[in-house]
């Protein structure tokens, strides 16, 4: 198997290997991509395992594959997982015969573990780090009203400052309380104020000519 010495061919096995390995652990592809990935890695490690790097950078790779299967289904926070990660190249780049041949392995593991999430398109999800991301929307036909609509509601309504604005404030609206701002202007207590806009959760007011009393 000497032509495993050919930077292409390092690039290719390790290319393919980790697209099945770590493509089976985002698809349930029923242990197809587990037994492709393993036969091709064992292939590769099989020749260049040699007495200067011995099984112990086979031992880990193995350990970085684990790390990013407990991230994925226990952690979710993706740190053990980028640990992972890292172990697993530098298990691939130790035993390269050259320095180009582990540069190109290296980027092959990258680009084989990208290139798995196309798997998606077409297999179903094992969905790993399902928690990281928020399936559910909040919308309101579901019961949930975000903070900005509800502000936007304001607009055009008068009410009357209940602290000083330095220019911030408090302001009381149809007996509720709200923070806002009067865009520069210093307000006293008890002003009677408009509300002209609202950005997200930024009220602004304005003063009226009156006080209330």
Known sequence: MQWLDSETIGFIFVFLGTLFLIGELFVKAKGIFAILGIAIMATFFS????????????????????????????????????????????????????????????????LG??????????FPSRELWAKMTLKDRLTSDLGYNSISDEYKVLVGKKGRTISPFRPTGSIEIDGRQYSATSGGLWLEVNTAIEVTSVDGTRIVVKPLEEKTE
């Open 113 to 122: 573990g990208f290139s798995s999430l196309l798997f998606l398109k077409v």
């Open 47 to 110: 020749y260049h395992v040699s007495a200067d790097a011995g099984l112990w950078v086979v031992i880990l790779y193995i350990i970085g594959l684990l790390l990013i299967i407990i991230d994925g289904k226990v952690i979710t926070d993706g740190t053990i997982a980028l640990i992972g990660v890292i172990l697993m190249i530098v298990g691939l780049s130790i035993p390269s015969p050259t320095f180009l041949y582990g540069v190109f392995v290296s980027m092959a593991f990258i």
